[in-house]
């Protein structure tokens, strides 16, 4: 069955740090989707990226990157020179497609807390 | 932002009452779910539509029903509250491929008393 393990439940840094969160997967399907959310406190959820399986680059977005890794089946999310606006919940999740139905499967979350 | 609301923001329950908890989108997307999300699990699927009265169970289905009249509408229904139902629910909608991300609504507390 689809998993999505996020292994780091709270990290803790100081701002201006760099910080991984890390996620990894499990699927037997060979065409799949991996996501990132935000949670601010404010408690919406927001969409950061897609990525496919078909697709091993690593994507950079400001001061967000995110390194895909089928061999290690990791879709790891590095923030760099984090900033207090990034405390945040953040989730990784998946996409089973599943009779014809598109449905995520989610991790646990990470929950990041960046110190001024 | 594919224009979701979800009413009521926050509500106080008891045992044993009925619930009911709406959603609505503006983007006349046909695919509709509803999650839960409790801590250390992440979201969870309660149960999701994939058109106009067309419905189906999703990992945490006990105790839920849906029911989808109109595209725009997905309503969640508790048909007897419990204390683990306590949660914070959140409504989605999103295309048919897996490549199409969700987008959610602002999420609905619900506190079981």
């Known amino acids: 069955a689809q998993k999505v393990t996020q292994a780091q439940t709270e990290i803790s840094v100081v701002e201006k740090e760099d910080v991984t969160l890390d996620c990894v997967y499990e699927?037997?399907?060979?065409?799949?989707?991996l996501f990132w959310y935000k949670q601010p406190p404010s408690g919406e959820l927001v969409f950061l990226i897609r990525?496919?399986?078909?697709?091993?680059q690593n994507e950079i977005s400001g001061r967000y990157s995110w390194n895909f890794q089928k061999s290690t089946s990791s879709f790891n999310f590095t923030i760099t020179a984090s900033q207090v606006v990034d405390s945040a919940v953040y989730f990784c999740?998946?996409?089973?497609?599943?009779?014809?139905?598109?449905?995520?499967?989610f991790g646990a979350g990470t929950r990041l807390a960046v110190h001024p | 932002d594919a224009g979701i609301t979800q009413s009521p923001r926050h509500k106080v329950t008891e045992t044993g009452t009925p619930v009911t908890l709406r959603c609505h989108q503006t983007?006349?997307?046909?695919?509709m779910y509803w999650y839960r999300q409790d801590p250390g699990h992440g979201l969870r699927l309660i149960h999701y539509s994939y058109g106009v009265k067309d419905t189906d169970k999703g990992e945490v289905s006990d105790g839920y029903s849906v029911s989808r009249s109109k595209t725009e509408d997905f309503l969640l229904t508790l048909e007897s509250a419990t204390s683990s139902q306590t949660s914070v629910y959140f409504c989605?909608?999103?295309?048919?491929?897996?490549?199409?991300?969700?987008?959610f609504g602002p999420g609905t507390r619900l506190t079981v008393t």
């Open positions: 990525r496919n399986s078909f697709d091993e």
């Open positions: 989605a909608t999103g295309g048919f491929s897996p490549s199409y991300e969700q987008y």
């Open positions: 983007e006349n997307h046909r695919y």
């Open positions: 999740a998946l996409s089973e497609f599943s009779g014809g139905y598109n449905k995520l499967i």
């Open positions: 699927t037997r399907d060979t065409t799949y989707y």
